[in-house]
């Protein structure tokens, strides 16, 4: 089993940022990708950003240029930094891993809520 525990969602205004990140814990070996997605309500989870534990990395278009994901291999965490917020960010943000070997078994967060609002 792998835990993930995230932190660093919260109330921003439109145009701040927040960093949220993810620390990975339990049966970490062979992890593969880490990542976020996000849901709100009435709507299907969608991706937000992933990296894979070579670096290479996957956005979704509304967020380009806006977000980075980023990875301490060495922590078992990955981050999520988020500039530039716009109301429309607003949603449960979900820690996502991927563990191998195949058939790779997909583990998530318990989510956290980032409101960007003024």
């Known amino acids: 089993q792998v835990q993930l525990v995230e932190s660093g969602g919260g109330l921003v205004q439109p145009g701040g940022s927040l960093r949220l990140s993810c620390a990975a814990s339990g049966s970490i070996f062979s992890i593969d990708a880490m990542g976020w997605y996000r849901q709100t309500p009435g709507k299907q989870r969608e991706l937000v950003a992933v990296i894979t534990s070579g670096g290479p990395t996957n956005y979704a278009d509304s967020v380009k240029g806006r977000f980075t994901i980023s990875r301490d291999n060495a922590k078992n965490t990955v981050y999520l930094q988020m500039n530039s917020l716009k109301p429309e960010d607003t949603a449960v943000y979900y820690c996502?891993?991927?563990?191998?070997?195949?058939?790779?078994?997909?583990?998530w967060g318990q989510g956290t809520q980032v409101t960007v609002s003024s």
């Open positions: 996502l891993a991927d563990r191998g070997p195949a058939p790779m078994r997909r583990y």
